[in-house]
């Protein structure tokens, strides 16, 4: 007996491929961006959702335009991503134009 399977794999959590290196980025901006130690909030991101450390980290984010801030947050790590396959480690520190 044969099975077949459509399926589309999707990576959200860097389990099928490593993208702490963005994620850490993205997170780094985001201290940046609000007067933090970069070190301090990666430290304190990891192992949680996006929009619960976007409200502890940005708590003057209003609830109408949270949606809008995590799509922005998530933007930056595939830039972030986009810039470390470019052009390897290190590119990973540059700011994104659009965020």
């Given at each position: 007996?044969?099975?077949?399977?459509?399926?589309?794999?999707?990576?959200?959590?860097?389990?099928l491929t490593d993208?702490?290196?963005?994620?850490?980025?993205?997170?780094?901006?985001?201290?940046?961006?609000?007067?933090?130690?970069?070190?301090?909030?990666?430290?304190?991101?990891?192992?949680?959702?996006?929009?619960?450390?976007?409200?502890?980290?940005?708590?003057?984010?209003?609830?109408?335009?949270?949606?809008?801030?995590?799509?922005?947050?998530?933007?930056?790590?595939?830039?972030f991503a986009d810039?470390?396959?470019?052009?390897?480690?290190?590119?990973?520190?540059?700011t994104p134009t659009?965020?």
């Amino acid at each position: 007996m044969l099975l077949f399977f459509d399926c589309t794999y999707l990576d959200q959590d860097g389990t099928l491929t490593d993208s702490i290196a963005a994620v850490e980025a993205a997170w780094g901006k985001v201290a940046k961006d609000i007067g933090q130690d970069p070190a301090y909030v990666i430290a304190a991101t990891h192992g949680k959702r996006a929009v619960d450390n976007l409200r502890q980290f940005k708590p003057h984010i209003l609830d109408h335009q949270m949606d809008a801030e995590v799509q922005a947050f998530e933007e930056t790590i595939l830039y972030f991503a986009d810039a470390f396959n470019k052009y390897g480690p290190g590119s990973e520190t540059n700011t994104p134009t659009s965020a």
